[in-house]
């Protein structure tokens, strides 16, 4: 290789290697964590903590083991809920999407309205459901129960089963505004042309969707669906929030055990290994899922 | 290549390793005399009122010694997590205020200067302190990793109006008298058929507090919890204790329960000060309640009800608040200074006053102490108040217990309460996760 080709990559070497350290700097300390014994003992001195070896691993793997009993009912947990919020998350923002696709009036007025839950602060926004799902003083109850009179009695929505309906809900009220966006702007680069020649046809609105807009929106689709799902597997602020510290079991997300299992239990070691695997789950799935659909996109 | 990248990746796990074991220096240097770094717990209802208590104070601390005080108060919510990030990376303050009950658990990481008897004569001696206080200074035998600051125990607050409305005129002394009064104080009040008024009112979804009653009702059936360093948490006497608190809610049918989504303080207080609950039990509130417009005349202060014949007399475990100094510090005189300063009687008489705790120091008297409220907290202190257990898991026993304990409260809100059997097991299972890994 001549100098002159050389140089370029000479001047990018010190801003490649900060990237590289930066990036994976935490995650290969996370992995050299995931085999230490750290727990308070060695805190101060992680640096010095005793190998472990696969010990951790073989913990959180071992069923039969409370601790990974309980990380295996959140991730069934995580999976549920990462399926009803990406699908609804989606549904709601491609139907907003469509809706305003056409001018309608007040379409600007419409579309800040519906951006509200992504620019507003998680904190405020996930307080403020909490407040309307509490028991006794909260909305949904005055409403259901004192003004419509559909149900008997107070229910409660921040403990027990509903729990996890509350958080889906909460959730997919703060995504769907990021696949509306998304949609949105693939919408704008479908030729108008082709809806004017559709209609000629005689083609119905709903046909339209299907056979038109669904298919030109393909590739816009598949990061769409990839995103929400990663940020929905990892979420951890809204449980957090919504249910004040402690989380019940219908709603404990995978993050949430992580978090318990490192800051509240001090076992930074088991911690990390459940968080490498978590990890190496979502690559996996990451990775079957371009395998999968990138055929599917380019035959478009 | 693939050897050259495996060299790649050593050094870079090397480098990072390096980068932030280097800036932890095994503790206790001078380097910096004039300059001190404080983390103060949050003792008041808000942050900002915390340091307009404390800063006029750290002023006379700087007028005596020359040595500035960089104050940050921080809400014991975020404490643990502050602290064990200082930790890992030795860089924090120099001193530190801890909840009392982690004591063990911080003097297992070996970051906090120990207080041997020539450190405790520089404060005057151990023996100013109080002989309860002192056992939440660390683990058992260890040498301690704190030294007291203020402290609390439980007691009975009792809305003297709906005491009056019941034919109630004294608070209860005993559970079953307990029980009884909450029964007498739960009514319908709008005619609607269902009870709007409650005998108690609970934080239930608070894992801490639920985990500080079933210790206390657990320790007064003689409950042990831990055999050493190993968790026993599933004793007969550990579940009937939890069974009692649940019974409050579920078969005694005393506390609403909606008081299972109750996550902060504030829940309580409202229900207490708006009549719509006739007790609590909670920590020595102090000045909380004139915040809320009630004086003395509208509410009373008892010690929390005795378990009666057949069980220890236990009414609280010690609480509050500890102070530390940080190993990794550059001013270590400057900062025992520090804590001498602020654990001199003429300090916690002000400090104790201002956040309504109790001084764990003898020498601290004043008119402040002579309310009933403060007497009453004295003597349980002295007399009816156990340490947590003083072990390094403890964090750990009161994570996973009261983590638990709150799921059953859930439970029993919606018509479940679990059974002896139930609970037993999931105390076994919690067991096994203290020591999985550790």
Not at chain 1, 201 to 220: C, E, F, H, N, Y
Not at chain 1, 278 to 292: I, K, Q, S, W
């Amino acid at each position: 290789m001549s100098r002159r080709r050389l140089t370029p990559y000479l001047f990018l070497l010190p801003a490649l290697a900060l990237e590289v350290f930066v990036h994976f700097g935490p995650m290969i300390a996370g992995v050299v964590m995931s085999g230490l014994k750290l727990t308070q003992y060695q805190l101060a001195q992680w640096w010095k903590a005793p190998w472990a070896g696969l010990a951790n691993y073989r913990v959180v793997l071992d069923v039969d083991q409370p601790v990974s009993a309980s990380l295996l009912s959140s991730f069934l947990v995580t999976v549920g809920f990462t399926l009803v919020v990406v699908t609804a998350s989606w549904v709601f923002g491609m139907a907003g999407a469509v809706a305003l696709q056409n001018t309608v009036r007040g379409r600007g007025l419409l579309r800040t309205l519906f951006l509200v839950p992504y620019a507003l602060p998680i904190f405020a926004g996930v307080i403020t459901w909490r407040f309307l799902l509490q028991r006794d003083n909260g909305m949904l109850n005055h409403v259901l129960v004192d003004q419509l009179g559909l149900l008997d009695g107070n229910a409660f929505y921040l403990i027990g089963s509903n729990s996890f309906w509350s958080l889906c809900a909460v959730e997919t009220w703060r995504e769907w505004p990021f696949a509306f966006l998304m949609i949105m702007a693939g919408l704008q680069s479908i030729p108008e042309e082709v809806y004017e020649a559709s209609n000629m046809d005689g083609a119905s609105p709903w046909r339209q969707v299907r056979s038109i807009t669904l298919p030109m929106l393909s590739s816009v689709n598949q990061v769409l669906i990839l995103v929400l799902t990663l940020r929905t597997f990892r979420n951890f602020e809204t449980p957090y929030v919504l249910f004040g510290g402690t989380v019940p079991d219908q709603a404990r997300l995978i993050s949430v055990e992580i978090y318990q299992n490192s800051f509240l239990t001090f076992n930074f070691g088991l911690g990390s290994a459940m968080s490498v695997l978590l990890l190496l789950f979502l690559m996996v799935v990451t990775a079957g899922y371009l395998a999968l659909t990138r055929r599917r996109v380019h035959e478009v | 290549m693939r050897a050259r990248w495996r060299a790649a990746i050593t050094a870079l796990a090397a480098v990072t390793v390096m980068g932030t074991g280097a800036a932890c220096g095994d503790g206790g240097g001078e380097s910096n005399p004039k300059v001190l770094t404080y983390w103060a717990s949050q003792q008041s209802p808000s942050v900002q009122r915390d340091k307009e208590i404390l800063e006029p104070e750290l002023r006379k601390f700087t007028e005596q010694t020359g040595i500035k005080v960089e104050l940050e108060v921080i809400p014991f919510t975020e404490l643990l997590n502050k602290i064990l990030t200082a930790t890992t990376s030795g860089q924090g303050p120099d001193v530190l205020n801890i909840g009392n009950t982690w004591s063990a658990s911080l003097q297992a990481t070996g970051a906090l200067v120990g207080w041997d008897s020539a450190m405790m004569d520089k404060l005057g001696g151990a023996g100013r302190f109080a002989a309860s206080a002192l056992a939440t200074t660390g683990a058992e035998g260890a040498t301690p990793a704190a030294v007291p600051l203020y402290n609390k125990v439980y007691q009975l607050y009792y809305n003297k109006k709906l005491f009056r409305e019941a034919g109630l005129t004294d608070p209860p002394a005993t559970w079953d008298e307990f029980v009884a009064a909450g029964k007498r104080l739960t009514k319908d009040t709008n005619g609607d058929g269902k009870p709007d008024q409650w005998g108690l009112a609970l934080r239930g979804q608070a894992s801490t507090v639920a985990l500080h009653y079933a210790y206390i009702l657990g320790s007064a059936r003689g409950a042990k919890y831990f055999d050493g360093g190993k968790p026993t948490f599933d004793s007969p006497a550990a579940v009937a204790g939890i069974e009692q608190y649940l019974s409050w809610m579920g078969r005694d049918n005393i506390v609403n329960p909606s008081d299972a989504e109750n996550a902060d303080w504030a829940d309580v207080y409202e229900a207490f000060v708006n009549h719509r609950a006739g007790m609590m039990l909670v920590q020595t509130l102090g000045k909380t309640l004139s915040d809320y417009k009630l004086t003395d005349q509208d509410y009373g202060v008892a010690a929390v009800p005795s378990i009666g014949a057949g069980g220890t007399d236990i009414g609280s475990f010690v609480g509050g608040t500890n102070i530390s100094i940080f190993k990794a510090t550059d001013n270590l005189s400057g900062a025992v200074d520090l804590v001498k300063f602020l654990t001199s009687a003429p300090e916690q008489v002000v400090l104790n006053t201002a956040f309504g705790t109790i001084p764990p120091v003898k020498d601290a008297t004043g008119p402040a102490f002579d309310t009933p409220e403060v007497k009453i907290a004295r003597q349980t202190m002295a007399s009816r108040a156990i340490a947590m257990p003083r072990v390094p898991q403890e964090t750990q026993f009161e994570t996973l217990i009261g983590k638990e304990v709150v799921k059953w409260l859930a439970d029993t809100a919606t018509g479940k309460q679990p059974n002896g059997a139930q609970i037993s097991a999931a105390l076994k299972a919690a067991a096994g996760k203290v020591s999985a890994g550790g």
